[in-house]
């Protein structure tokens, strides 16, 4: 072993304990909160428990059964899964059109910017209250608009008709499209303009080059909005908490809110709540695992 080779493995074994010294603080802190979360929401699983946490009963699997037959928690999922489809596909649609749009350079798109991203960076309580209040029956804006045009017949019940509020919790899913607008302006910078170039040499209109250029060369893009967008919707609570409240009844009931009910409705129930989060949990990791592959898929295609 030569000199040199001796001199880079002491450099690189340097080099990993000062990077272990600097992480030391960040790992001591996951191992706490994160670690011991698993463990604590693994054991309260298992119990029939208070919000005390005093005199836990072991019932081993029962929670998970019963959340296997709880057609509440059940449709919850599927509510998770519809909102994400909805989400999905305005970003891939409105969303994708709109950054290659702004990416063209067209005069206020600073002003565009900051009209479609903003949601996305306000606090998701704040939106979805803003939202809820707009569609309020006596005193929203959305019907005192109707009203004050002498509209006011088609003034409804936005929030408490099972149909209209589905719809309205949709909407807000979909309005925050400003991430994947972040996605897709981000990777538009880094295309080959090689096949720009020869589009437009063989006269293809922009409508085409973007939907038979473009689109398919952002395929991986495409691949992490919609995980990005699924994880999320899977991680909302917001939207639905402060806008709906999971009604009428449970229509537009979500996991986060289906969650939030157990741990504060009294009772023997945290271990139910602690139960169903551990299901969100196994479906965001699945979720994330499949982000991550897709992002490393995308920097070794690059």
């Given at each position: 072993?030569?000199?040199?080779?001796?001199?880079?493995?002491?450099?690189r074994?340097?080099?990993w304990?000062?990077?272990l010294?600097?992480?030391?603080?960040?790992?001591a802190i996951y191992?706490?909160?994160y670690?011991?979360?698993i463990?604590f929401?693994g054991?309260?699983s298992?119990q029939r428990?208070?919000?005390?946490?005093l005199r836990?009963v072991?019932?081993?699997f029962?929670?998970?059964?019963?959340?296997?037959?709880d057609?509440?928690f059940?449709?919850s999922i599927v509510?998770n899964l519809?909102?994400?489809a909805?989400?999905i596909?305005?970003?891939l649609t409105?969303a994708f059109?709109?950054?290659?749009?702004?990416?063209t350079g067209?005069?206020g798109?600073?002003?565009?910017?900051?009209?479609?991203?903003?949601?996305?960076l306000?606090?998701?309580?704040?939106?979805?209250?803003i939202?809820?209040?707009?569609l309020q029956?006596r005193f929203?804006i959305?019907?005192e608009?109707l009203r004050?045009v002498?509209?006011?017949d088609l003034?409804q019940?936005w929030?408490t008709t099972p149909?209209?509020a589905y719809t309205a919790?949709i909407?807000v899913?979909c309005?925050l499209i400003?991430?994947p607008?972040?996605y897709?302006?981000?990777?538009?910078s880094a295309?080959?303009t090689?096949?720009?170039?020869?589009?437009?040499?063989d006269?293809?209109?922009t409508f085409?080059?973007?939907?038979?250029?473009?689109?398919?060369?952002?395929?991986?893009t495409?691949?992490?909005v919609i995980?990005?967008?699924?994880?999320?919707?899977?991680?909302?609570?917001e939207q639905?908490?402060?806008s709906t409240g999971g009604?009428p009844g449970?229509?537009?009931e979500i996991?986060?809110?289906?969650?939030?009910?157990?741990?504060?409705s009294?009772?023997?129930?945290?271990?139910?709540?602690?139960?169903?989060?551990?299901?969100?949990l196994?479906?965001?990791?699945v979720?994330?695992?499949?982000q991550?592959?897709a992002?490393?898929?995308?920097?070794?295609a690059r």
């Amino acid at each position: 072993m030569t000199t040199d080779t001796r001199t880079r493995k002491r450099r690189r074994r340097s080099d990993w304990l000062v990077a272990l010294v600097f992480l030391a603080p960040l790992l001591a802190i996951y191992a706490v909160y994160y670690l011991y979360s698993i463990v604590f929401l693994g054991q309260t699983s298992m119990q029939r428990i208070g919000i005390s946490l005093l005199r836990p009963v072991q019932v081993g699997f029962e929670n998970f059964a019963l959340l296997a037959t709880d057609p509440v928690f059940l449709g919850s999922i599927v509510n998770n899964l519809v909102f994400a489809a909805a989400s999905i596909v305005v970003a891939l649609t409105i969303a994708f059109f709109i950054a290659v749009a702004l990416s063209t350079g067209v005069r206020g798109r600073k002003l565009f910017y900051l009209v479609f991203l903003l949601p996305a960076l306000m606090p998701l309580s704040l939106v979805a209250t803003i939202f809820g209040s707009m569609l309020q029956e006596r005193f929203g804006i959305l019907n005192e608009t109707l009203r004050a045009v002498g509209l006011g017949d088609l003034a409804q019940s936005w929030l408490t008709t099972p149909g209209l509020a589905y719809t309205a919790v949709i909407l807000v899913f979909c309005y925050l499209i400003g991430l994947p607008i972040m996605y897709y302006t981000a990777d538009l910078s880094a295309l080959p303009t090689s096949a720009l170039e020869a589009a437009l040499l063989d006269g293809a209109g922009t409508f085409r080059i973007m939907t038979q250029v473009i689109y398919p060369m952002m395929r991986t893009t495409h691949i992490t909005v919609i995980l990005a967008l699924l994880l999320g919707a899977f991680r909302g609570l917001e939207q639905v908490l402060f806008s709906t409240g999971g009604g009428p009844g449970d229509t537009t009931e979500i996991v986060g809110t289906y969650v939030y009910g157990y741990v504060n409705s009294g009772g023997k129930t945290i271990g139910y709540a602690a139960a169903a989060s551990i299901v969100v949990l196994l479906i965001g990791l699945v979720i994330s695992l499949a982000q991550m592959f897709a992002t490393r898929t995308k920097r070794s295609a690059r």
